[in-house]
């Protein structure tokens, strides 16, 4: 079973989107696919699916251990996709106890004898058990918008993940582990710290920590989608995010590609249909198919990407770009001409684009201020 971990460094980005459209796309394929949606305490997984509200999920069993796990997966519509919803009305249930992962973990597991791809839609942020999630593949996928807060938190997301695989590795008695902690306590935050700055000193007092970690960074190499791109250009924030991996986490990440902002994707919502169902030749659908069949061609956890192969994903992640931004500019003249599109939905359409313009242009002045702040302070001192 191919464990798929679907996470996003803040709320917003179309995570879930991603999620219950990959499981659709897979299950066409043939496969056998169950859909987790694990981002507990904020759970709407089952709204992008199209499912009724469920009466039972992952809280009513970790809150009733005596329940049959399966009996909180549900079927959906599409043959061979199956769903297991989360829970929103009990407050807290965002942070498990490590007794609960353990068990959480255990059923997940267990699903492997009769499912293929097992997709886990997690919350946004960063903590430990989503992190814990996340690492149970070694080829996790990472959500990001191309607005900068996006982008920043994505990088965020990571670093935490290469800092938890960190905390993980090191035992509680070792030097590496007593190093750190010194750290802390000397005020200095070890995640504030590069990769590329901790780890000399780590190997000069404990080489058999410093050999187990690198053994399970170099066995990580999580995947990027960039959602909601309105321009190709928007698509070159991925290049940042892989930089700042490379550079300070020594951290290595693929590019599955780019999905375009449709608004069919909220008439298919009010629809209680899954995009892919909805309207299969839009642009928002072609390029979750595309990013599909790339997971179905590639290996296993057990065989990464080589430098080659993930320098290739982000070229072929940017010629995509410009060709679907082409196709989607043709798509909006055939659609005009149809009818299907009236003066009405294109104003809407342009109306979203300025807000978003907007947003972003907030986000801009935002950071201006904080550097400019950073800066008068550095002169300060």
Known sequence: MRIIPIASGKGGVGKSLVAANLGVAFAQAGQKVVVA???????????????????????????????????????????????????????????????????LVKRLVALQDNTDILILDLGAGTHQSILDFFLLSSQGIVVSAPAVTAVLNAYVFLKNTVYRLMFTTFKKDSKARAYLNKLRLDGADPQRLYISKLLPEIQRIDKRSYNAFSERLEKLCPRLIMNTVVEPRDAELAMKIRRSCEEYLALKIEHLGVIYRDALQDTALSSRLPITLYKPQSILSQAIYRIAEKILQSEED?????????????????????TDFENKMDYVGDLLHSGALNQGDLIETVKSQQIEIGKLKRENNFIKLKLSQALQQGFKV
């Open 37 to 103: 949606d694990l981002d507990l305490g904020a759970s709407n997984l089952h709204l992008v699916l199209g499912h009724h509200a469920p009466k039972q999920g992952i809280g009513t069993f970790l809150n009733n251990t005596r329940l049959n796990f399966n009996e909180v997966i549900a079927q959906t519509d599409v043959p061979g996709l199956r769903f297991i919803p989360g829970d929103t009305e009990i407050p807290g249930l965002a942070n498990l106890r490590p007794t609960q992962l353990k068990s």
């Open 302 to 322: 057990s065989v990464l990407p080589d430098e080659n192969q993930i320098e290739e994903s982000f070229q072929e992640a940017e010629i995509e770009a410009e």
